[in-house]
């Protein structure tokens, strides 16, 4: 059976990130130029994993499962296959955080946004916590995830992205960065593809 258009569009950005990082900007204006017709999300995530996942299954409550989509980086990348394990929608993963609880135990304090340095916020050891909590498990619709993983990512494991999501689609790169810094030259055509194959 074809699958729906896609009609809402969800973007979760990264760990001290923001919807002002260069590919939610770049996605921001791939849609308004060529899918006006896409509702368009994309929320300025709280440091609290859980309410971070909390606002986001909130805003998104009303939306059609299966005509939504999500695109999700790093810790949003985690975040992302957490709504498509809750929702079985389409998910496009770039450079995914796979153990977040692990990796970002060493972030704990004071922490600074990456677009606006006069921003701060505390990461609090009880986030850790809460992203074990959030672990997704295996993926019920593993065919619906399309993972973007760069072996030049500095850092994230390109291994351990890979392995993470065995039955999906993954475009492994040779060399880029975690950033993906060639994501509007080299992938956005491909993601939107995937998110809207109608």
């Known amino acids: 059976m074809k699958p729906l258009p896609t009609t809402h569009l969800l973007y979760l950005h990264g760990f001290r990130s923001s919807p002002q990082s260069t590919k939610a900007r770049q996605m921001t204006q791939r849609v308004a130029a060529r899918h006006p017709q896409l509702h368009w999300w994309c929320p300025q995530l709280p440091p609290s994993p859980r309410e971070a ?3 986001v299954m909130s805003g998104i409550a009303q939306w059609p499962r299966s005509s939504m989509a999500v695109v999700g980086s790093s810790l949003g990348g985690f975040y ?5 394990g809750k ?3 389409r998910a496009v993963l770039l450079n995914p955080a796979v153990h977040p609880a692990r990796d970002l135990a060493n972030y704990i304090g004071e922490q600074i946004s ?5 921003e701060h916020f505390y990461f609090r050891p009880e986030y850790i916590d809460e992203l074990r909590a959030l672990e997704p498990g295996p993926l019920a619709r593993p065919e619906k995830v399309f993972a973007i993983i760069a072996k030049g990512d500095e850092l994230l494991d390109w291994r351990e992205m890979s392995a993470r999501y065995p039955a999906s689609r993954i475009k492994l790169i040779e060399g880029s960065d975690h950033a993906l810094s060639d994501f509007e030259r080299q ?6 593809a995937f998110i809207d194959p109608a």
């Open 114 to 118: 990456w677009h606006d340095p006069a």
């Open 187 to 192: 992938h956005l055509d491909e993601v939107m």
């Open 53 to 55: 996942i909390e606002l």
């Open 80 to 84: 992302a296959t957490c709504v498509t």
């Open 87 to 89: 929702t079985r929608c």
